[in-house]
């Protein structure tokens, strides 16, 4: 079992369409947890937080079952610039580091 | 002014030859890390320094040698390249700290080094 999985996609939308990712994790030691977004040929870059309580940063909403050990990231009227791929990551601290363990990403394209 | 830089942008060499890969963050964090991104666009991590400390050391052939020479740096060294070694390899660091919860664990990326090996 991997340790993140997503649904690969790709998720085609149009524009103004809410969109739903499914996220979990197999390590329930797991103590962080975060969306990246990852544009075609660019470095991964943090899109929000994950907290247990969930949050909601303007049309993104995340969501983190701990017991289920389930992330979801909700966004809401979807735009062009949407379009990229999402990658649900999990923390583990090791140390002096965080390591992150990073999914194979759902790949989101929203039309016209 | 770029927060974590890496050069070069693309390499391409040919197998069995030897290269580098540097990385500079000017964010001030104590912490760096190597991540390889593969033709499946699966990240995964190789390497993390703390304050020029190795702190993960993945299942990482021994070919590959980081190298930090301070906080601010941390390079990747390979030698006798092999075909499966082409991939996007990314540089990130992290301010973390023992209590900084999820602001600690946030790690920010370079722009990443293409490496094709013919």
């Known amino acids: 079992r991997k340790e993140v999985e997503q649904d690969p996609g790709p998720f085609n939308v149009p524009e103004g369409a809410t969109v739903a990712f499914n996220c979990t994790y197999s390590n329930s030691a797991s103590q962080s947890f975060f969306w990246y977004r990852q544009d075609c040929r660019k470095e991964p870059k943090l899109l929000m937080s994950?907290?247990?309580s969930g949050n909601e940063d303007g049309r993104f909403t995340a969501q983190l079952n701990r017991a289920s050990q389930y992330i979801s990231l909700l966004i809401r009227d979807s735009k062009l610039s949407d379009s990229a791929t999402y990658l649900c990551v999990v923390n583990l601290r090791t140390g002096t580091a965080s390591k992150l363990t990073f999914g194979t990403g759902t790949r989101l394209q929203v039309t016209l | 002014d770029t927060a974590v830089s890496q050069t070069p942008k693309y390499l391409v060499t040919q197998m069995g030859n030897d290269k580098s890969i540097k990385c500079e963050q000017n964010?001030?964090?104590?912490?760096m890390y190597w991540y390889k991104q593969d033709s499946k666009k699966f990240l995964k991590i190789m390497f993390s320094?703390?304050?020029?400390?190795?702190?993960i050391n993945e299942t990482v052939p021994n070919r590959f040698s980081p190298k930090s020479p301070d906080k601010a740096h941390l390079n990747l060294h390979i030698n006798s390249l092999e075909l499966g070694d082409s991939a996007v390899y990314f540089c990130?660091?992290?301010?973390?700290?023992?209590?900084?919860?999820?602001?600690?664990?946030?790690?920010?990326f370079g722009p990443g080094t293409r490496l094709t090996v013919l």
């Open positions: 964010l001030g964090h104590d912490t």
């Open positions: 320094y703390n304050n020029k400390e190795l702190i």
């Open positions: 990130a660091s992290s301010p973390y700290a023992v209590g900084t919860g999820h602001d600690g664990d946030t790690q920010y």
């Open positions: 994950v907290y247990s």
